[in-house]
């Protein structure tokens, strides 16, 4: 039987950790410290997978259940929401700096050292303040031109 708001809302701390299930694989764990974390219960190829969705009341139940038919559809097509994730995340921490200052380090060998301090500093006080911090993935044209 699927959860309602309300309960959702009432639920209430325990001495030890207990789950609250709205089916299709969601449900929300109820920590003894208060916290409520949606939680989505699948497997893949045989092994059982757990996917946070977020904790209540910032991820309602509602959006719960969104995420839960997006991971379940990507399940359908052949995919694995956590490994979509953990690319997500790490297309994330691929910074302009880091890919950077990678690149520099394949070109060390090839450049004398003074060759390669110039281009390191030309490259991160030019392009470095503008795009330093901006993740690979989420660089334009128009970001370029600034």
Do not use: C
């Not at 379940?72 to 690319?87: E, V």
């Not at 691929?94 to 390669?116: P, Q």
């Amino acid at each position: 039987m699927p959860l309602t708001d309300t309960q959702v809302r009432t639920a209430r701390m325990l001495d030890r950790p207990y789950k609250l299930s709205d089916g299709r694989g969601l449900y929300l764990l109820v920590n003894p410290n208060g916290s409520r974390l949606w939680r989505f219960r699948y497997r893949l190829a045989g092994v059982e997978k757990l996917l946070s969705l977020g904790n209540y009341p910032d991820t309602s139940l509602q959006k719960a259940r969104m995420k839960r038919d997006a991971a379940r559809t990507l399940l359908a097509d052949g995919g694995d929401p956590s490994a979509k994730r953990k690319a997500e995340k790490h297309a994330q921490s691929a910074t302009f700096a880091a890919v950077a200052e990678e690149w520099l380090e394949t070109k060390r060998a090839t450049l004398t050292d003074s060759t390669w301090q110039r281009d390191k500093d030309q490259l991160f006080k030019i392009v470095g303040p503008h795009l330093g911090k901006k993740p690979i993935a989420a660089i334009e044209a128009p970001d370029l031109l600034a």
